[in-house]
Nanobody, 122 residues
Framework: QVQLVESGGGLVQAGDSLTLSCAAF????????MGWFRQAPGKERAFVAA????????RYTDSVRGRFTISRDNAKNTVYLQMNSLEPEDAAVYFC???????????????WGQGVQVTVSS
């Protein structure tokens, strides 16, 4: 069992940057691949980015590649999502996710955080 707690959301202007953090509690952090999803109003939750335990493998959805960077600090049990050049279309509730499998973490992860709001004004 692992508990995930996101932080760092807020209101920014288009073009700004924002970094989300997700702290993990419970089982050893290194056992899990970590991911980020987002859900905009009226839309389904969608995959954003994922990283494996060793940081050797990262994946991004096409719309954020080159603007967002996922990273993790295994010593701090924390995963980050650095978001640059934010666009109004990036506004959503962002969810942290964890799963032992790098494949599954990007589809149906076993664990979710509670979500954090990101609002981007134009």
């Amino acid at each position: 069992q692992v508990q995930l707690v996101e932080s760092g959301g807020g209101l920014v202007q288009a073009g700004d940057s924002l970094t989300l953090s997700c702290a993990a509690f419970g089982r050893p952090f290194g056992e899990y691949a970590m991911g980020w999803f987002r859900q905009a109003p009226g839309k389904e939750r969608a995959f954003v980015a994922a990283i494996n335990w060793s940081r050797s493998n990262t994946r991004y959805t096409d719309s954020v590649r080159g603007r967002f960077t996922i990273s993790r600090d295994n010593a701090k049990n924390t995963v980050y999502l650095q978001m640059n050049s934010l666009e109004p279309e990036d506004a959503a509730v962002y969810f942290c996710a964890a799963d032992p499998s790098m494949t599954v973490v990007g589809t149906k992860p076993g664990y979710w955080g509670q979500g954090v709001q990101v609002t981007v004004s134009s």
